[in-house]
C-alpha cells in the first residue's frame, strides 16, 4: 500500500464545474504539498500546507491533520486546468513521498 | 528569474551505455534533489544535497546510480550499464535555504531517458 493514495485516478469535467481532488496518507507528515504537471511538463508546486486552508486564486487547498487527509478544489474550472495534479508529503525529512497522481481533463 | 533547468531533456541510449544527465538548480538554492518518475507514476527519491554535501542517497536504486554536486551548484546523475528499467524521466528540484523547516520545491522540465 502507498504511503499517499490520490483519488480519483482520473477525472473528467465540463467547464465552470468545481472540482475536487482528495489525497490521504499514513504516515505522520511535516507538510503536504500540492503539485500540477502538465504532459511533457515540468512540475509546478501550486501548495504547501501542514494544517488549515490555503487559497491561491480559484485554487483552494485544506488538510485535516487528525484525519490524515487533505482536499485540493478548483473552482469555476477551466480546461486550461487540465493537468496530472500530485499530492506530496515531507515525513521529518526534506525528501518528498509523492502520490501517483490525479489526471484531471476539463472540457470546454 | 531563471528556473531550475535539465541537459538533455531527451537521452536515447543502447543498454549497457552509460549516461550523465545535468542538473542547473536555481542560482543561491541550497538544497538540490533527484527524483525518478516511471509512465504513469508518481515521482521516487533519489537522492538529496544540500550544497555540496549528499546527505541522503537511500533511493537511488543500484550502485550503478550516481551522483555528485561536486561545488553545490550543478549537479550530475550518473548511470552506468543502463538498463531497459531506467527508462524513465529523471527530475531535479532545487529549494531555497531553511529559514522554515520545509520549503517549496522549484522542479527542472526533467530528462526523459529510454534505454533500448
Known amino acids: 500500500k502507498n504511503e499517499v493514495e490520490q483519488s480519483p485516478q482520473n477525472l473528467t469535467a465540463q467547464e465552470g464545474e468545481f472540482i475536487t481532488i482528495n489525497c490521504s496518507y499514513s504516515v505522520g507528515i511535516s507538510a503536504l504539498h500540492w503539485l500540477q504537471q502538465h504532459p511533457g511538463g515540468g512540475i509546478v508546486s501550486l501548495f504547501m500546507l501542514s494544517s488549515g486552508k490555503k487559497k491561491h486564486g480559484r485554487l483552494i487547498a485544506t488538510i485535516n491533520i487528525q484525519e490524515k487527509h487533505s482536499s485540493l478544489h478548483i473552482t469555476a474550472s477551466h480546461p486550461r486546468d487540465s493537468a496530472v495534479y500530485i499530492c506530496a508529503v515531507n515525513r521529518n525529512t526534506d525528501k518528498l513521498i509523492f502520490g501517483t497522481g490525479t489526471r484531471l481533463q476539463v472540457f470546454p | 528569474g531563471a528556473g531550475v533547468s535539465q541537459s538533455p531533456r531527451y537521452k536515447v541510449a543502447k543498454r549497457g551505455q552509460d549516461v550523465a544527465l545535468r542538473c542547473d538548480p536555481i542560482s543561491g538554492h541550497v538544497s538540490l534533489f533527484w527524483y525518478q518518475q516511471a509512465l504513469g507514476q508518481g515521482p521516487e527519491f533519489l537522492t538529496y544535497?544540500?550544497?555540496?554535501?549528499?546527505?541522503?542517497k537511500s533511493g537511488l536504486p543500484s550502485d550503478r546510480f550516481f551522483a555528485e554536486r561536486p561545488e553545490g551548484s550543478v549537479s550530475t546523475l550518473k548511470i552506468q550499464r543502463t538498463q531497459q528499467e531506467d527508462s524513465a524521466v529523471y527530475l531535479c528540484a532545487s529549494s531555497p535555504h531553511r529559514v522554515l523547516r520545509y520549503n517549496e520545491q522549484f522542479f527542472g522540465p526533467g530528462t526523459r531517458l529510454t534505454v533500448l
Open positions: 544535497f544540500q550544497n555540496e554535501a549528499q546527505l541522503d
